[in-house]
């Protein structure tokens, strides 16, 4: 195995991980709001490419024109789900945390279960794109110009969200909600509302990732499943509630994920995120970036 070949392969472990923790932010930021987690998510991220698929067969939308289409159309999906099913499994007397899990979890068998009724369970795939079959070629390194794009488009989000987080009022009220959600309210912040867009903020984010992973991956009812669990992963291995840590993490996963490809079958190549992340259990429960 030579030192290009490496290189190589960290170099879409790199940009696959870019994405990786695009998808856990959204996650991360639900969770770290409101401690509720998301079970449906990977359906979102389903969600998401399935619409971006329709934009490019209906409209002849290429991915990257339909991705701010899909983000504000996840948002307005995220906003209503906690509205109409969130916030009235957070009123349960007792079990709130298991009320709120089969909520959402059954949220996401209906969400799959009528992704096959309507859309069959037939693979589909966007044949063509603006990307699509090019590369781009650095100091010897050949990189696919698809997932450069979304490795682009996820650095960009992920700063944009941070601005919003750090230095808009509307973060500063996240921010103040995350800590004392009861007591918010003493000051004029109605925390459903803020709720609301947090959660539509955080399915906006999985929106995005979907629309940009629909380029070059195939779309079929079940594809959220696998991303899903690796999100669900790399936002314990960042810290629950931490969204620098999600991005970081989805990196380490991504990077991890790449070098266990080149030593073990490509069939295999989970087993390295999953054992990386039980050595951060053993030695570090709160995750890498967690203050819990």
């Given at each position: 195995m030579t030192a290009a070949i490496i290189i190589q392969s960290l170099a879409s472990g790199l940009?696959?991980?870019?994405?990786?923790?695009?998808?856990?932010?959204?996650l991360a930021l639900i969770f770290g709001l409101m401690d509720v987690t998301n079970f449906a998510h990977g359906e979102f991220?389903?969600?998401?490419?399935?619409?971006?698929?329709?934009?490019?067969?209906?409209f002849a939308l290429d991915p990257l024109l339909s991705a701010p289409i899909t983000a504000?159309?996840?948002?307005?999906?995220?906003?209503?789900?906690?509205?109409?099913?969130?916030?009235?499994?957070?009123?349960?007397?007792?079990?709130?945390?298991m009320v709120q899990i089969f909520a959402t979890f059954g949220l996401a068998i209906v969400m799959r279960g009528l992704a096959q009724l309507f859309f069959t369970p037939d693979y589909r795939s966007?044949?063509?794109?603006?990307?699509?079959?090019?590369?781009?070629?650095?100091?010897?390194?050949?990189?696919?110009?698809?997932?450069?794009?979304?490795?682009?488009?996820?650095?960009?989000?992920?700063?944009?969200?941070?601005v919003l987080i750090k230095r808009t009022d509307f973060g500063k009220a996240l921010e103040a909600t995350r800590e004392d959600a009861g007591a918010v309210a003493l000051?004029?912040?109605?925390?459903?509302?803020?709720?609301?867009?947090?959660?539509?903020?955080?399915?906006?984010?999985?929106?995005?990732?979907?629309?940009?992973?629909?380029?070059f991956f195939y779309i079929y009812p079940d594809v959220g499943a696998s991303f899903a669990?690796?999100?669900?992963?790399?936002?314990?291995?960042?810290?629950?509630?931490?969204?620098?840590?999600?991005?970081?993490?989805?990196?380490v996963v991504g990077l991890v994920e790449a070098t266990t490809a080149m030593v073990l079958p490509p069939s295999l190549k989970s087993v390295g995120i999953y054992a990386v992340y039980l050595l951060v259990v053993f030695f570090r429960p709160r995750g890498l970036f967690g203050s819990i």
């Open positions: 940009l696959m991980g870019l994405l990786y923790g695009l998808i856990a932010v959204g991220l389903m969600f998401a490419m399935y619409i971006t698929f329709f934009c490019f067969s209906f504000a159309v996840l948002f307005a999906f995220g906003a209503m789900v906690y509205m109409l099913i969130v916030r009235f499994a957070m009123r349960a007397k007792t079990n709130v945390g966007i044949p063509t794109t603006w990307l699509g079959g090019k590369t781009i070629s650095f100091a010897g390194i050949y990189l696919p110009a698809p997932q450069l794009a979304g490795g682009a488009v996820s650095i960009l989000a992920f700063a944009l969200l941070w000051v004029g912040i109605d925390r459903n509302k803020v709720f609301a867009l947090g959660w539509g903020l955080g399915s906006a984010l999985v929106g995005l990732a979907g629309a940009i992973m629909a380029s669990l690796i999100a669900y992963v790399t936002v314990a291995l960042g810290g629950f509630g931490s969204v620098f840590g999600a991005f970081a993490g989805g990196i």
